[in-house]
């Protein structure tokens, strides 16, 4: 009963605050922004596809596309942390 609430406002979360990031990025240009909102991006679609694979079509097993989603996100904020350095 709570878990569609739940994952709901987790994705929206996550947009929200993807949103966040690149509106900052485009007044400040600090490149840590952006490679966090990008991030952020990519995390709202590791949510919403959880949505999809918990609630929308269960009988299909998205937990590949979920991780590899969350992995290239997290690659995306590595790479400006460590190589975009200022």
Same mark, same amino acid.
């Not at 992995?71 to 400006?80: E, K, N, T």
């Given at each position: 009963?709570?878990?569609p609430?739940?994952?709901?406002l987790c994705?929206?979360?996550?947009?929200?605050?993807?949103?966040?990031?690149i509106?900052?990025?485009r007044?400040?240009?600090?490149?840590?922004?952006?490679?966090?909102?990008?991030?952020?991006?990519?995390?709202?679609?590791?949510?919403?596809?959880?949505?999809? @694979?918990?609630?929308v079509v269960?009988?299909v @097993?998205?937990?590949?596309?979920?991780?590899a989603?969350?992995?290239?996100?997290?690659m995306v904020?590595?790479?400006?942390?460590?190589? @975009?350095?200022?």
């Amino acid at each position: 009963m709570m878990a569609p609430v739940i994952y709901g406002l987790c994705a929206l979360t996550a947009l929200l605050c993807a949103w966040l990031l690149i509106q900052a990025y485009r007044r400040s240009r600090y490149k840590l922004l952006l490679w966090s909102g990008l991030c952020f991006v990519g995390l709202t679609l590791n949510n919403f596809l959880l949505v999809v @694979d918990k609630l929308v079509v269960p009988e299909v @097993d998205l937990s590949v596309w979920r991780s590899a989603t969350a992995l290239l996100s997290l690659m995306v904020l590595i790479y400006g942390l460590v190589w @975009d350095a200022e």
